[in-house]
């Protein structure tokens, strides 16, 4: 047994009945750098978080799948990493162009990770890269609002339509995962860190969404409007408040938190 495979073991989280054991784990070939990066993130986080899964057998184990999350912290990717790991999928996520400058970035790439450059011209590479990185049948996770959420309450707000169009262009499964824990470790709204060892943090993952109609639809010509991205987004992230919902035990509010403007962006994580 391998040093990275030797942590895993240690730090995974306990199953619930169903979840698919981890002999049936498809992640195929693991690059040097993806190893350091398990190294790296499987003891940090179980130091940190005390994960606990419900539904992960709803990843699909094989073929391209799209996981869509809410975004409550600048610490999610080190748990929502976890979550695709731990139920045999490699996750390569949509992250922020800052972090690729330095040493860190030949990581990330190495690593399969995507960086976007928002608010620019050349923001719509990143949609592309993603939509490559599915048709090669890989784990692509993305957080749709762009940022950590900036509702008061940490429910979902409203979502860029990145998402919308990753969904309806590709055969990939839309998968969304509701998370609730890691913003009791980094507090954003705070901007307070709490080094609180082993916090629980949830995770529900729901049924892939169908969205076969949709994709018809696009394929006998209909267009890919703005109406149809919004209305593909709002389905999508409201799947993700619900099961946020059922998560908390809470009500959750009847529309999204809106959207910091351009300039108050600093700090997200994808």
């Known amino acids: 047994m391998t ?5 895993a073991a240690d730090a995974r989280p306990a199953r ?6 981890p002999e049936r784990q498809t992640r195929g070939h693991v690059p040097p750098a993806l190893r350091f990066a398990v190294v790296v993130i499987v003891p940090v986080s179980s130091l940190l978080f005390r994960l606990r899964y419900r539904h992960g057998e709803r990843i699909p184990p094989t073929g391209p799948v799209l996981l869509v999350a809410n975004h409550v912290s600048l610490l999610d990717p080190l748990a929502c990493a976890r979550l695709a790991w731990d139920n045999g ?7 922020k162009q800052s972090l690729f400058k330095g040493l860190l970035g030949p990581i990330l790439r190495a690593c399969g990770q995507i960086p976007v450059a928002r608010f620019s011209a050349d923001a719509h590479e990143a949609l592309v890269a993603a939509q490559t990185d599915l048709a090669a049948g890989n784990c692509v996770v993305i957080y749709p609002e762009g940022s ?32 609730w824990g890691p913003q009791r ?27 076969s109609a949709p994709r018809d639809e696009l394929r006998a010509g ?20 619900d099961q946020l919902a059922e998560l908390r035990d809470e009500t959750p509010p009847r529309i999204f938190h809106p959207r910091p403007l351009p300039g108050d962006v600093s700090g997200n994580a994808a």
């Open 148 to 179: 950590v959420t900036r509702d008061p309450d940490w429910w979902p707000m409203e979502a860029r339509t990145g998402v919308a169009r990753l969904a309806l262009t590709t055969d990939a499964a839309v998968v969304p995962v509701a998370q």
């Open 89 to 95: 999928r490699t996750p390569h996520f949509l992250a």
């Open 185 to 211: 470790v980094h507090d954003y709204q705070a901007k307070k860190l709490h080094l609180r060892l082993r916090t629980p943090t949830d995770y529900l993952v729901g049924e892939p969404i169908d969205l």
């Open 3 to 7: 040093q990275e495979q030797s942590a």
């Open 222 to 241: 209909r267009s890919l409007s703005a109406e149809l991205l919004r209305e593909t987004t709002d389905l999508i992230m409201t799947r993700v408040r």
């Open 16 to 21: 619930r009945p169903g979840a698919r054991p």
